[in-house]
């Protein structure tokens, strides 16, 4: 088995009966996974061959720019720390705007987001939002299942024929006439391979793969229905800096000539979630300025990155990950600092998650989330963000009252309204600004309760997952994993507890079994049993004790959820 673009290396062992039928594939693609007749409605030959050209040329663009990642860590991890880069001043200094934004999505001051399955595109879709982001990402667990299922789901609800029948409730779902939400389309980061289709003997690149197939088949009906005559849209994920939006403007480039559209008629939003991005961000929108629509604080993953990037820097310690939010100074200065960039380019800026969901049975504290929810949006509309997003169609009402109340009705965006110049003195050093507060025990806990529970779900196919009141995907995960790992390597004080205890191996290893423990309780014994949470557990704590710290959880994960079917189909 092929080697990836990131070194992965696909499992041999793993593998499935064989299929009845085969794929029809062109020259040197194999498909390892499952036959079915709805994916094969997906993967004809015609589209596979668009995928296979994207995958030719660009994958030694995309093992470069991965290097390149390792070649940053490794200064990183010396004592480097990110800035603003010198050879590219013109671009930020200079007076330059994207493309207007289409008209159809003018208006994205509430989007809704979630993974790629039936039920939840509908109902996203019936939500009252403006925008619906359906992802391939950090919502969805990559399995071969719901990869297929969600170009399926997708291609039924960009032609308007999607229904989904929920046996259990004997109800049937269906698109609103009108007024249902834009969709947009997140692809798997760089970083992540598809094991299950190989090309030219390597597995393909998995955002290549997801792009690729949603826009063969998608992009005339979406520019007739949804844009306009713009489109498809798209969210990008996990960019670190111009160079990989290069890559992606090319593929932009390549799938307009391919289908002969005009240039500039696909439209992304690239989420701002890596600490090297933030000092970027006018360079990647100078390389995406014919196909841009803005750029959004993806928080939860740039506190991540934030650890991740300053993972040899033991004077750079997170306190508890609820300590981490946007009022710090860090924090707050990338957003102002984000919201500046946009408005002076002429596009959105689009504000973070609200991951609250509605608790149902407890109206007291149900209000108070929301309360918290409608200052967290408060803040982001007054500081001059165009947009934001929710996980649940519950908060919808109460996020678009707020922006509503403070933007006016007729008023689409900000983009005009507030140019934020005052974020124009933003330094290197506020961006980089040590973060404030304690660490307990309570924290080391949450942090390993949720990781654990939201890999269990992870490795049996669900990347959306309700933990206490909140709906957590990868990026939690990841932040949990690796500032356990931070905690353990530098054997951290837990000063907010006034006991003055050091984390360390030992003491982590109790905390696990105690709240493995507690999970049991939470979940009962028969889902403990049934459930991954053994699997996840040993995973998690490998990944929390390594000497080193691993790039993503879901790339070792991954390997847990691959499932090879030899009979599947080959033109090598």
């Known amino acids: 088995m092929g080697v990836g673009t990131n070194g992965y290396t696909a499992p041999a062992t793993r593998k499935s009966g064989g299929a009845a039928a085969g794929y029809d594939v062109p020259e040197g693609v194999e498909i390892q996974g499952r036959f079915d007749e709805e994916f094969a409605k997906i993967l004809t030959k015609e589209a596979l061959e668009f995928v296979v050209e994207l995958q030719r040329e660009f994958r030694n663009r995309i093992k470069y720019a991965l290097e390149c990642r390792k070649e940053a860590k490794r200064r990183y991890n010396e004592g480097d720390v990110p800035g603003f880069d010198p050879a590219t001043k013109f671009i930020r200094e200079t007076n330059w705007v994207c493309a207007p934004v289409p008209p159809a999505v003018a208006d994205r001051r509430v989007e809704i987001t979630g993974p790629v399955e039936r039920k939840m595109i509908i109902n996203a879709l019936n939500s009252g939002a403006k925008v619906f982001m359906a992802d391939f990402e950090d919502a969805l667990s990559p399995t071969w299942e719901n990869l297929m299922r969600g170009q399926v789901n997708l291609k039924d609800a960009v032609d308007g024929s999607i229904t989904f029948h929920d046996k259990a409730r004997n109800r049937v779902y269906k698109l609103n006439d009108k007024n249902t939400a834009k969709l947009f389309v997140r692809p798997r980061g760089w970083h992540l391979p598809e094991a299950h289709i190989i ?7 998995g955002c290549l793969v997801d792009f690729g197939l949603y826009f063969f088949h998608n992009y005339a009906a979406f520019r007739q229905t949804q844009g306009a005559g713009f489109g498809p849209f798209f969210y990008l994920p996990k960019v670190e800096n111009s160079r990989e939006a290069k890559i992606w403007n090319c593929v932009f480039e390549r799938a307009e ?23 970027q961000m006018d360079e990647i929108l100078h390389e995406l300025r014919d196909h841009s629509v803005g750029l959004n604080c993806g928080r939860w993953d740039y506190i991540f990155s ?4 300053f993972q040899g820097h033991p004077d750079r310690l997170l306190p508890d990950r609820f300590l981490v939010g946007m009022t710090q100074h860090f924090m707050r200065s990338y957003s102002n600092l984000l ?4 408005h002076r380019r002429g596009v959105h800026a689009m504000g973070g998650m609200a991951a609250q969901i509605p608790i149902r049975d407890d109206p007291a504290a149900n209000e108070a989330a929301l309360d918290l ?13 165009d947009g934001t997003w929710a996980a649940h169609p519950g908060l919808i009402p109460a996020c678009m009252e707020v922006f509503t109340n403070n933007m006016g009705s007729n008023t689409p965006n900000q983009i005009q309204s ?15 600004e040590r973060p404030r507060g304690v660490r307990t025990l309570e924290g080391l806990r949450l942090n390993t309760r949720v990781g654990i529970q939201y890999l269990a779900a992870w ?11 909140l709906m957590e995907d990868a990026a939690t995960a990841e932040i949990s994993r690796v500032q356990n790992w931070q905690w353990i390597k530098y054997g951290v004080e837990l000063d907010g507890d006034g006991l003055g205890v050091r984390v360390g191996k030992e003491l982590f290893g109790r905390v696990v079994e105690e709240e493995m423990q507690r999970i049991e309780r939470e979940v009962g014994k028969e889902k403990f ?15 929390c004790t390594a000497q080193t710290l691993d790039d993503f959880l879901t790339l070792d994960a991954y390997n847990h959820i691959v499932m090879h079917h030899p009979r599947g189909s080959s033109r090598l």
């Open 373 to 385: 929810v409608r200052k967290d949006k408060l803040r982001e509309v007054k500081a001059g963000h």
């Open 529 to 543: 049993k049934k459930g991954m949470y053994k699997e996840a557990c040993k995973l998690f704590t490998r990944q």
């Open 199 to 205: 090309i030219d003997g390597e597995p393909a690149t």
């Open 306 to 309: 934030y650890v991740k990037t």
């Open 459 to 469: 490795l049996t196919g669900t990347g959306s997952v309700p933990l206490y009141n």
């Open 418 to 432: 507030m140019r934020r110049e005052d974020a124009s003195s933003i330094t290197e050093e506020d961006l980089l």
């Open 339 to 342: 919201i500046r960039t946009c």
């Open 257 to 279: 000539k391919k289908a002969g559209i005009e240039r500039g008629s696909i439209r992304a939003t690239v989420l701002i979630e890596t600490l090297p991005a933030v000092f």
